[in-house]
C-alpha cells in the first residue's frame, strides 16, 4: 500500500509538470486551461508501457535517464533560485508549529526508499558493498540529503512564503528555461515510475504467482499490472493536489514501513542481550518509535485537513 499512493503522487506529479507547459501554450493561444484529471489521464499510456518491466535490471536504464534528467533540472533550478532572493531579514527563520506535521511527513516522503532496499541490495553483483561505512546506501542518501537541503534552503530564501509543495511550480512557466526544468522533472518521475511500481507488483505477484497455471502466468501478471495502474490513476483522479497528497502518504505509509516497523523489529531482535551499553539500540528505537507515531498522528490530520478546505 506504501508504494501504491507513491505511485499516485508520481502520477500527479507528471501531470502537474506537463500540464504546467501545455496549459501556459494554450492560454497564450487564446483557449482555455486543461484541467489536471485530464493530463493524468493523458499519461496512462506511457506508465502501462513502463509498467510492464518485469525485470529490476532492466529498469537501471530508466533511472539513468531520470538522474541525468534531475542532474539537468537541478542545476536549472537553482540558477532561478541564486538569481532573485528575498531579504534574509525579511524571512522567518521558523515556519508555524501548526505546519511542522505537514513538514516531517514530506521529509519522511521525501527520503523513504525502504522498500527498494532488499531488491536492489539482493540484485547487486557484490551485496556487501550496498550497506555499511560507506557503503552504496549511505553515500546516496548523503547526496540526496544534500540536494535536498541546498533546494530548500535557496528556495525558501528565493520565493518565502509563496514557495510551494515543489519548486518547480514556483518557476515562471512563460521562460522556455523554467518550461525546460518542468518537463525533464516530470519525464525523470515517468521513467522512475517502474522502480516504484517494482515492490507493490512483486510483492503481489509473490502470493498469487504459484496458484496462477504457468502457461497463463504471463498474461496474469500483465492484467495484474494494468489493473494496479488503473487503480493508481483512479485515487490520482480523487486527489490531483499534489502538497497535502505528499504529507498523507509521508505520514501514514512512510513514517509506518520507515520508520515504526524496522525499530520494533530490531528492538525484538536484539532484546536478548544485544542492545549494546546502556541499551542505547533501545533508546534509539524509542526515539524513533515515538516520532513516527507524532508524524503519523498529526501528518494524518494536518494533511486530511488539508484536503478537506480544497475539497
Not at 530564501?157 to 512563460?174: A, D, F, M, Q, R
Not at 499490472?225 to 488503473?230: A, D, L, P
Request: proline fraction near 4%; glycine fraction near 8%.
Amino acid at each position: 500500500m506504501t508504494y501504491f499512493s507513491a505511485g499516485c503522487v508520481y502520477i500527479v506529479f507528471i501531470a502537474t509538470s506537463i500540464g504546467e507547459v501545455a496549459n501556459h501554450y494554450i492560454v497564450e493561444d487564446g483557449g482555455a486551461k486543461i484541467e489536471i484529471r485530464i493530463y493524468i489521464l493523458m499519461v496512462i499510456v506511457p506508465l502501462l508501457i513502463i509498467g510492464q518491466i518485469k525485470e529490476l535490471k532492466y529498469l537501471v536504464p530508466f533511472s539513468a535517464i531520470a538522474n541525468l534528467c534531475l542532474i539537468v533540472s537541478f542545476a536549472i533550478t537553482l540558477y532561478y533560485l541564486l538569481k532573485k532572493r528575498e531579504p534574509i531579514e525579511s524571512l522567518d527563520y521558523m515556519g508555524e508549529i501548526n505546519t511542522l506535521p505537514l513538514f516531517f511527513s514530506t521529509v519522511i516522503f521525501a527520503m523513504e526508499g525502504i522498500g527498494v532496499v532488499m531488491p536492489v541490495e539482493n540484485s547487486m553483483k557484490k551485496p556487501q558493498h550496498f550497506l555499511g561505512c560507506p557503503g552504496v546506501l549511505n553515500c546516496a542518501m548523503l547526496i540526496v540529503i544534500i540536494l535536498y537541503t541546498i533546494i530548500g534552503f535557496f528556495g525558501y530564501w528565493c520565493y518565502g512564503h509563496e514557495v510551494k509543495g515543489s519548486i518547480t511550480e514556483n518557476l515562471p512557466v512563460g521562460e522556455e528555461l523554467a518550461q525546460t526544468v518542468k518537463i525533464l522533472i516530470g519525464l525523470s518521475i515517468l521513467f522512475t515510475f517502474g522502480l516504484q511500481f517494482y515492490v507493490p507488483t512483486s510483492l503481489l505477484w509473490g502470493k498469487i504467482g504459484d496458484k496462477v497455471p504457468k502457461h497463463r502466468q504471463n498474461l496474469v501478471q500483465i492484467a495484474m499490472r494494468i489493473v494496479i495502474i488503473f487503480l493508481m490513476l483512479g485515487l490520482a483522479l480523487a486527489v490531483p493536489d499534489l502538497e497535502p497528497f505528499i504529507g498523507l502518504v509521508g505520514a501514514v505509509f512512510f513514517s509506518i514501513l520507515g520508520l515504526t516497523v524496522p525499530s520494533v523489529v530490531e528492538t525484538v531482535h536484539r532484546w536478548n542481550g544485544r542492545l549494546g551499553k546502556l541499551n542505547w539500540i533501545f533508546w534509539k528505537n524509542l526515539v524513533l518509535f515515538i516520532f513516527s507515531m507524532f508524524a503519523l498522528i498529526t501528518g494524518s490530520i494536518t494533511s486530511i485537513e488539508k484536503i478537506i478546505e480544497l475539497y
